[in-house]
């Protein structure tokens, strides 16, 4: 098989598992509550992490660690999974996922924004024009609608979806000048973020639960949203010509999970969620075309 035909074997695969992963937050949290939900998948997550580090790195993986590396995962930790995760479950418990999802896929625009405070950046006419298309896309999908009544459908959800946007452009602006590889990052701050967790479930929530679909939606979280997904991804920014060619197909996975919203959490999509997923994705690919001239 050439290059490019994994390329995109393992981008399609990526933006399919992508898509589900709306449909198992919401599905999980039917059975377990916001701290369940996210030790179970983080715990996942990090003995999934491991086993990669394992794979790519080799046994002897752990003595590329410095101290340093130690302190700043106890702080990336903090952010993410631990406080990003914790914000979007709980957006997810108040908020439909058909509108939890686009809201948090605003996440580049608010790259946008916090790069000129954080690293002196500057928006331009067309920038603007493309974050005010976007965020107008989340006024028509917050308010289903209506966007002139300024009436949301839940305002602190919508708050907490968007809030869980600039935790997540924080994190990855804040790991720009990182050292480590990517998978041995994210496992030390996976094993920081659910150090922290261990700590608080037990006062805040019941640590064990049954077997049962609850458990299983947060392995299914932990594996595939949190863990192998993001190799997948690597994978085929890897084998991939131009990272246009794969990068592209992200768009089809808000649209793909609109579809497993459907049928799998039984929503049914309002027009104005598609409507404003349409702005929210053009303001996105006009701030790339933006980028890339």
Avoid at 2 to 29: N, P
Avoid at 162 to 175: E, K, V
Avoid at 270 to 282: D, F, N, P
Wanted: glycine share 6%; net charge positive.
């Amino acid at each position: 098989m050439r290059d490019q035909q994994k390329a995109y074997l393992y981008g399609v695969l990526t933006v399919l598992i992508w898509s589900t992963v709306a449909s198992a937050f919401k599905i999980s949290l039917r059975y377990l509550d916001v701290l369940q939900l996210l030790f179970y998948s983080s715990l996942t997550s990090l003995v999934c992490l491991f086993f990669l580090a394992l794979a790519f790195h080799g046994p002897r993986f752990p003595g590329s660690f410095t101290l340093r590396d130690v302190l700043h995962s106890l702080f990336f930790g903090l952010l993410n999974p631990f406080l990003y995760y914790l914000v979007l479950f709980k957006a997810y418990d108040l908020l439909p996922a058909q509108e939890a999802q686009p809201l948090n896929y605003t996440w580049g625009i608010t790259i946008t924004i916090l790069a000129v405070p954080l690293l002196g950046q500057k928006i331009t006419g067309k920038r603007f024009a493309a974050i005010s298309l976007s965020y107008l896309g989340v006024l028509v999908i917050s308010t289903r609608g209506a966007p002139w009544e300024l009436e949301f459908s839940d305002p602190l959800g919508v708050f907490l979806a968007l809030f869980s946007t600039l935790i997540w452009a924080f994190y990855w602006i804040a790991n720009t000048r990182d050292r480590l590889p990517p998978i041995l990052r994210l496992l030390l701050n996976f094993l920081a973020g659910t150090i922290y967790l261990s700590f608080l479930l037990p006062f805040a929530s019941t640590p064990f639960i049954p077997f049962g679909p609850g458990l299983a939606g947060a392995v299914y979280v932990g594996l595939f949203e949190m863990g192998i997904t993001f190799v997948f991804w690597l994978q085929a920014l890897k084998y991939s010509k131009t990272t246009a060619q794969v990068s592209n197909l992200i768009y089809l996975s808000p649209f793909l999970s609109l579809v497993f919203i459907h049928y799998l959490v039984g929503e049914k999509i309002l027009s104005s969620t598609l409507v404003g997923l349409v702005l929210i994705l053009s303001g996105l690919i006009m701030q790339n075309r933006v980028k890339s001239t």
